[in-house]
């Protein structure tokens, strides 16, 4: 029997078990700044909410609750969407990645887009559904792209944290719209902007001119409010797109637990514990920035958003970068993990904890001179 799996790569972090060991030998704590999960504290709100909305007996709606819906609504109007569109409570943005291009039905035949620099999921969502895959360069003008019929955006991006301007997205939906082409917008790490006042939505009004036709969003409270535990988060858009997945996702069962939905809905209604997680970001963020400086390390000047540097140094491969930071007691994330274009760079997380980014900062400031033996 032949399993999809088997034609898939080596999942990424699996290939950095020999880093990982190299940097246990360093004479002091391992600094991970490899992958994005949460560390702090979920807020003792959500905790609440979830307790108080434990006794689920009952099966929960795939299309979410009213108390849900609600909430959902009321924050994307605050991020200036305030046309009719459509809702769907998902596990996580994660799953929606994945299964997106193959509940379209997107199969052989069918292209699916998505940035050269990116999170590898986007990729075996395509390979699933049996559709072929097309690197897409976001930054470059629209109108020299080759035809797909999905188009992935993420904006602030993973790795880079490129974000795409009001003006990139309005040519964007021209040119999908010219060419019926669908844009899914992954816009997960939306509440994290440092260098730019804001990373517009696909669907901001100013954008799509009110119009969701052929635009989705994805967006996910594991970042903004620590609840990457909980897999919460939601789809919205074109309501044409979206009826026949929740119809599709009745089917199999596709629910968000009930409690999930009440701790969700407590967590979108409030903005101080997402300000507060914001700063405690932006501080790790200026640290690792002011040991990259010293340390003759250079952050893409585009990484503006989003939860990690993308940092690279002069002459010197992504996994020279590796190699050198190991040696430190550091692991972080080659480039290369999130395609061929990230050669030459690496991607640092925020979401250690204060000791391991003070600890790592500190370090960095020898890797100059490993670099320069490597």
């Given amino acids: 029997m032949v399993f999809f799996a088997d034609s898939l790569p080596d999942f990424p972090w699996d290939t950095l078990v020999p880093t990982r060991n190299r940097a246990a030998q360093y004479p002091g704590p391992v600094c991970d700044l490899t992958i994005g999960t949460p560390v702090d504290d979920t807020p003792a709100l959500v905790q609440a909410a979830l307790a108080e909305a434990s006794n689920a007996h009952g099966y929960p709606t795939v299309l979410g609750t009213a108390e849900l819906r609600e909430a959902i609504g009321a924050w994307m109007a605050r991020r200036g969407i305030t046309s009719d569109v459509g809702v ?62 999905l188009l992935w955006l993420n904006s602030p991006g993973n790795p880079n944290g490129h974000v795409l301007s009001r003006e990139q997205l309005r040519a964007i939906v021209a040119w999908a719209r010219e060419r019926g082409a669908i844009v899914a917008s992954d816009e997960c790490y939306a509440e994290l902007c440092w260098d730019v006042a804001e990373a517009p ?10 119009d969701p036709r052929g635009l989705l969003m994805v967006y996910s409270l594991s970042k903004q409010s620590n609840m990457a535990g909980y897999r919460a988060a939601w789809m919205a858009g074109d309501p044409a797109i979206i009826a026949p997945i929740v119809e599709l996702r009745k089917h199999l069962g596709f629910m968000m637990p009930a409690p999930v939905q009440h701790a969700m809905a407590v967590a979108l209604g409030d903005g101080e514990h997402v300000s507060a997680q914001r700063e405690v970001y932006g501080r790790r963020r200026e640290t690792l920035l002011a040991a990259l400086d010293a340390a003759g390390l250079v952050n893409d000047p585009a990484s503006v958003a989003g939860l990690y540097l993308w940092a690279r140094a002069e002459g010197a491969t992504s996994w020279d970068i590796v190699d050198a930071c190991a040696q430190l007691g550091i692991v972080v994330a080659p480039g290369t993990f999130y395609g061929e274009a990230g050669d030459g760079w690496v991607r640092m997380s925020l979401t250690a904890t204060d000791f391991a980014i003070n600890e790592a900062a500190k370090r960095l400031e020898r890797i100059s001179d490993l670099l320069k033996r490597s």
């Fill in 201 to 210: 939505s696909i669907l901001d009004d100013s954008v799509c001119g009110g």
């Fill in 88 to 149: 769907l409570p998902t596990i996580g943005s994660k799953e929606m990645v994945g299964l997106l291009p193959s509940l379209l039905g997107l199969g052989a035949g069918a292209r699916v887009g998505f940035p050269d620099v990116a999170y590898p999921t986007y990729d075996v969502g395509a390979r699933l559904a049996g559709a072929a895959t097309v690197l897409i360069d976001t930054d470059a003008d629209p109108s020299t792209w080759p035809a797909v019929d």
